[in-house]
Structures are given as structure tokens and as C-alpha cells.
């Protein structure tokens, strides 16, 4: 079962990891910080030793997206009225829903919010 997990936050200035461009983010201490990015990449190595890792990215600033609606006319994106943007995601393959819900609570992390969805 593929799930994608999606990353949505809003640095101020637009950075990655998003966790040291993020008002909460930047109140950790530098040490702490540190810890916390030496776990998630033990995390990422971990899911992709047992071929949970299927792939992920993490996106550039929202404000060059281009958003296309019922036409071929592009405007200025992503969303006038939002706050928080897509940042990054992370596509995985496991063996269940809850599995995959265990695995997307590990991606939270401060001033940041995970959407889980299963793919079609």
C-alpha cells in the first residue's frame, strides 16, 4: 500500500529543513536542533534499508507556484488565503494503514503539520 506524506509549513524565509527557517523551529537550541535532524536521518535511512522509502522531495518557495484551473491560464499560486504551504514530500510503501500512520507521526516535527494520504 502506497501512502504519500506531505509536509506543510510556513518558513519564513523559505528554507529546508524547515524546522531552522520556522519561528518554533528556531526557538530549539542549536543542539537539540541538531539531535532532532541526526534522528530523522537515521528515520529516512532506516525506511529506505527496508524499502519503505519510495521516494521524497522537498519543494521550492510557494510563491512561484503556478496555479491552472478548468484552463490553460496559469495565475500566481498557491493559495491567496493560506497560511501554511507544501513543503516537501515523502512516498512510501508499506504493508498497512497503520504502519504507515506510525510512520508519518515520526515526520512531525515543530511548526510543521503531516497530511497523510493514501495513493490511487
Request: proline share 6%; net charge negative; no cysteine.
Amino acid at each position: 500500500m502506497k501512502y504519500v506524506i506531505l509536509i506543510h509549513s510556513n518558513p519564513q524565509p523559505w528554507g529546508h529543513p524547515t524546522i531552522d527557517f520556522t519561528e518554533v523551529g528556531r526557538a530549539i537550541p542549536a543542539d537539540e536542533r541538531a539531535a532532532m535532524g541526526k534522528e530523522f536521518d537515521e528515520m529516512l535511512t532506516e525506511l529506505s534499508e527496508s524499502g519503505e522509502l519510495v521516494s521524497g522531495q522537498a519543494l521550492g518557495p510557494a510563491d512561484g507556484a503556478k496555479l491552472y484551473r478548468g484552463s490553460r491560464v496559469a495565475t500566481d499560486g498557491p493559495y491567496a488565503e493560506a497560511k501554511e504551504h507544501l513543503a516537501g514530500f515523502f512516498l512510501i510503501d508499506v504493508d498497512s494503514q497503520e504502519r504507515a500512520e506510525a510512520i508519518a507521526g515520526r515526520f512531525a516535527g515543530p511548526g510543521d503539520t503531516i497530511e497523510l494520504r493514501a495513493t490511487m
